[in-house]
């Protein structure tokens, strides 16, 4: 059974969706594109937390558990519950007991619940 991500981000991030296409190139400059697959358009969200030192510790135990490879569950304040996994992130420190754990979760469509 897969995990799920529980913390809540501050609000603002970015998502950005990067369709997956294939592309014949043909003389003249002619082209033909078609959509890679059934789920070609995966969202992207690069969010930020603001937490303090132990749900930093938290979050990043929780990543590293999954190791960039093994999806979760995530849920964007507003929007439905999709599969993510994430291999790249990061820690900063604004002030004694004030972190940011920034992360970029990629939407997967792996089998099973």
């Known amino acids: 059974m897969a995990e799920t991500f529980g913390w809540v981000p501050e609000f603002g991030g970015s998502s950005s ?24 358009a995966a969202r992207v969200r690069k969010l930020s937390f603001a937490v303090g030192p132990a749900d930093a510790d938290a979050i990043e135990r929780f990543l590293e558990r ?3 490879a093994r999806w979760f569950w995530f849920t964007y304040p507003g929007a439905q519950r999709c599969k993510v996994r994430c291999d790249e992130w990061d820690r900063s420190y604004r002030a004694a007991g004030d972190e940011v754990v920034s992360v970029t979760f990629e939407q997967v469509f792996d089998p099973g619940e």
């Open 17 to 40: 969706v990067k369709a997956r296409v294939r592309e014949a190139r043909f003389g003249g400059g002619y082209a033909q594109r078609v959509v890679d697959g059934i789920n070609a």
């Open 66 to 68: 999954h190791g960039g």
